[in-house]
């Protein structure tokens, strides 16, 4: 019965949107990191999602085909801020620190986002729910 | 067809393509961030033909009746309204309502079947 897959379809959205929720915690947890170098910056971490597909679903994974899952994380490729500050036991021979290229306000809608899409798919599951208890209840009227 | 099959009318098939189109809706809400994903629905129409249609005739005892809905019947790929830069093609809004209508049309197939159901049992109790 096509209804059983829809928990598997919307479970694995909320555990793709938990992750993205995640990132976005890391991300602005590290917003005011600081590196020494441009290449130890802290980058701004995103997801980048993917639908399970047909042919790529092992036959444990077949209730959450057309769900989706998680593909990569990437770094946002935005340059990283330079500032001067050579008090900072981090600061290069020239006395500049790098900070890490994260946009609050970026993060911030983001995090909006991910929260929006995961109660439309708790939504999802609580209709369905509801949905499936009264097919059951289909022979006691 | 028996008589119980005939009794209970097109609903039982009509229960199968809605449940479908449901899963298809939870897919396209669930693919609402996937990039290039294209949001797809069911052609009730064609769907519900295909189903009543793809029942195979049962010409000796021990041949298998009714045959399952297959999934590609009756599935397109939905026009969006407005483009989006990722090759997206999942509206939520769009999707949020269909996936009201979509469990409100369910719930009224029950309602049928349900009548249907209670209908016989009276007939059967000679009430």
């Known amino acids: 019965m096509p209804m059983d897959n829809i928990f598997g379809i919307a479970g694995s959205a909320l555990n793709a949107q938990m992750a993205r929720m995640n990132t976005v915690a890391s991300n602005l947890a590290n917003a005011g990191t600081v590196g020494g170098s441009e290449k130890d910056a802290f980058r701004a971490k995103r997801t980048v999602f993917k639908a399970v597909l047909e042919q790529q679903t092992k036959p444990s994974d077949v209730n959450y085909q057309g769900g989706v899952k998680v593909d990569a994380v990437r770094d946002d490729p935005s340059p990283v801020r330079k500032v001067s500050d050579p008090g900072n036991p981090l600061a290069d021979k020239d006395g500049f620190v790098y900070l890490s290229n994260v946009n609050e306000m970026n993060e911030m809608v983001e995090m909006m986002a991910a929260s929006r899409s995961y109660q439309n798919n708790v939504e999802v599951v609580n209709t369905t729910r509801q949905l499936m208890l009264r097919t059951l209840d289909i022979t006691r009227s | ?127």
Request: hydrophobic share 45%; net charge neutral.
């Open chain 2, 1 to 127: 067809m028996n008589l119980i099959d005939r009794a209970l009318g097109v609903h039982p098939q009509a229960l199968e393509v809605r449940s479908r189109r449901m899963e298809l809706l939870a897919q396209n809400i669930a693919n609402a961030d996937t990039p290039n994903f294209k949001a797809r629905d069911v052609d009730f129409r064609a769907a519900l033909a295909d189903a009543r249609q793809t029942a195979l005739a049962a010409t000796q005892p021990g041949h298998v009746r009714e045959a399952e809905l297959t999934a590609k019947d009756g599935v397109m790929y939905r026009i969006p309204f407005n483009v989006s830069f990722d090759g997206n093609t999942v509206e939520l809004n769009v999707e949020q309502a269909q996936y009201g209508k979509a469990a409100a049309d369910y719930q009224a197939t029950l309602n049928f079947l349900e009548q249907r159901i209670s209908g016989m049992r009276k007939a059967l109790k000679g009430e």
